[in-house]
């Protein structure tokens, strides 16, 4: 199983979108709620580092590996959640 680290900040709305997202598809779907998701506050968190650079929120990666930045679908979270489990 894979680990889905989000960066975000409070007061965005795509960001604020998207974790709601995964709540409701975690809710939803139970099989997706083994997915693992690190929420980072790139505002709250101290000389964070993510693995590539970024320019937008919220960004998604996987191992490593930039899967989405800037505004994301539902569906496009979902299939990120079932490619982690």
Avoid: N
């Avoid at 604020?16 to 779907?29: P, S």
């Avoid at 980072?40 to 968190?45: E, Q």
């Amino acid at each position: 199983m894979s680990t889905i680290t989000l960066y975000h900040f409070e007061g965005c709305p795509a960001c604020g979108r998207a974790k709601e997202w995964i709540k409701e598809l975690k809710a939803e779907k139970p099989e997706l709620a083994k997915a693992q998701v690190d929420l980072v506050d790139v505002h709250k968190t101290p000389d964070f580092k993510a693995p590539a650079p970024f320019q937008y929120v919220p960004t998604f990666f996987k191992d490593g590996k930039k899967l989405v930045e800037g505004a994301v679908t539902k569906d496009k979270i979902e299939q990120m959640l079932r490619e982690a489990i």
